[in-house]
């Protein structure tokens, strides 16, 4: 078995509001298609925050332990101290950010860059029931 295929699944986030993380002894983990020997995660989308970009509640989304977006209008795992909110980043280079939903219900957050850590950026998007959880 190729542990490089899997990534744990580390709770259910939302774009709404944020969720205080809590670290655990185990995750349950979802195999993925292809080996990737860099750090990786999943969050499963706990509310409608990326619906106009065809991603809906319940769906599981992959992200890459990366500290900073390389483009603009990524979906980033983002972090205030222990919460965390999914959030798009539409520039980079802007001092003062806004995070955005891909829902117009949503307000954006407007933040300086400072306030917050990226610690990961979305790259691929899994249906919920395409998604099995393995418990290891």
Known sequence: MNLTTFAPM???LFT????????????PMIQLNDPDPMGRFVVQLGD?????WGIGQG???V???Q???NADRQLCFIQFGDEAILRIIPDLRATE???????????????????????GVCYDVLRA?????IWM
């Not at 409608?48 to 106009?52: E, I």
């Not at 829902?103 to 610690?119: E, L």
């Not at 029931?129 to 959880?133: F, G, I, M, Q, T």
């Open 97 to 119: 950010i806004e995070l955005v939903t891909a829902n117009d219900n949503y307000a954006a957050i407007s933040t300086h860059r400072n306030q917050f850590i990226v610690t």
């Open 63 to 65: 992200f890459r332990n």
């Open 10 to 12: 580390i709770g259910e």
């Open 16 to 27: 709404t509001h944020s969720t205080t993380m809590y670290l655990q002894d185990a995750y």
């Open 48 to 52: 409608d925050g990326l619906v106009n």
């Open 67 to 69: 500290g900073w977006p």
């Open 59 to 61: 769906d599981y989304l």
């Open 129 to 133: 029931e395409d998604a099995p959880l």
